[in-house]
Structure formats: C-alpha cells, structure tokens
C-alpha cells in the first residue's frame, strides 16, 4: 500500500511538505487538483466520526496513508489485529452461551468452532467471491491488504465490551454485526479501486 488521494485514489508521492515544526503545506492530487488528504490535519474524532458514517476518505485515508507498509512493521500489526478480532468473536459467542446455561466444556467447544471455523468460512466465501465477481487474483501482498481492510472496518465490535457490564439483548449484537458488515462493504471498496485499479 502506498499514499493514495483520498479523493479519487490516485497513488500520490508525498502528503506534505514540511517547512517548519508545526508548519505544513497540505499537497494536492495531480489528477482531481483536489487537496490529496485533509485528514492530516484533523482530530482523530473526526476521522472516528466519518468511519462511523462510512466515508470512503475516511478508510482510504486510513488504509493508505496512515497505516502504510513502509512506515509501519507489517507482520506485527497483522498478528495483534488478527488476536482482537478473534477475542471480539470469541466474546460475543461467550456471551451468548452464558445466556443458555450450557456446560463449560461444550461453551468452550462451541466458542472454539465459532472463532475458528466461522472466520474461515466468512473468509473463504469472501475471497471466493473476490475471486469471481472482480475476476482478479490474489497475491500475498493483495491478500494481506484485504485481510487488513478486514480486520480494520470491524472497528465496531469494541462496543461489545459494553454488553460485559450492562444487560443488553441479543438483537444488539445482530445490529453490531450488520454494521460490521456494511463497514466492510464500503472499506473494501476503497481498497479495490486502488488494488482493483478502478
């Protein structure tokens, strides 16, 4: 992933120039002439705020110029992505399964095969349909790309934590997880016009 206009994602060189501490000039797109990204110089709630209203320059912003591969340590960020998400899955179901009052082996059994089994199919079909409906293949670098969109637009599943302390229905996490879905759905988006090259 390199910098991208949040714009119109046309991969850019740099995103500032720095004249001074403190003093900056924001560059602008070669091809929309459009400033390249304005959430340089934003509060973090604002980019929080246009994540949750599912802004496509928001998540490019994200994705491409803040969480880039030359300026962080890859692997590490998957590693730890991937252990909270999957602690995020496994507290949902627990929570579930307490509800029912089951035993503790058969909970653990079925928290396990939710985790792990569930997240592979949910990927698998994915890819698969990756695969079919954009007819693109997939590298390691553009399977690493999309399993860090992934994992990223399911920023929403730490309001779960909330269900720990305060009693909440069922139909909570069904909605926590629809918007996880449509969070997907637009990051993927702002991640295949770039690696798609649409």
């Known amino acids: 992933m390199g910098y991208q206009c949040v714009q119109c994602s046309f991969p850019i060189k740099s995103l500032y120039v720095q004249y001074s501490p403190g003093n900056i000039r924001l560059m602008k797109c070669e091809?929309?002439?459009a400033v390249a990204d304005e959430y340089i110089e934003c509060e973090i709630m604002i980019l929080m705020i246009d994540l949750m209203l599912h802004k496509q320059k928001a998540y490019r912003h994200l994705l491409y110029n803040v969480l880039n591969q030359q300026t962080l340590k890859?692997?590490?960020l998957h590693?730890?992505?991937a252990i909270i998400y999957f602690i995020f899955d496994a507290c949902i179901h627990l929570y579930v399964e307490a509800r029912n009052s089951s035993s503790l082996v058969s909970t653990c059994c079925k928290v396990f095969m939710y985790v792990v089994f569930g997240n592979f199919m949910f990927l698998l079909t994915f890819f698969i349909m990756?695969?079919?409906f954009l007819n693109?293949?997939?590298n390691i670098s553009r399977f690493n790309d999309l399993l860090l969109t992934i994992m990223i637009s399911c920023y929403f599943k730490i309001f779960l934590i909330a269900m720990m302390v305060w009693e909440f229905p069922n139909s909570?996490?069904?909605i926590i997880e629809l918007f996880c879905l449509s969070s997907n759905a637009v990051a993927l988006n702002a991640a295949c016009q770039h690696c798609c090259g649409k």
């Open 31 to 33: 091809k929309c002439k």
């Open 74 to 76: 890859f692997e590490g």
């Open 79 to 81: 590693w730890k992505l």
């Open 130 to 132: 990756f695969k079919i």
């Open 136 to 138: 693109a293949s997939i």
């Open 172 to 174: 909570v996490i069904f």
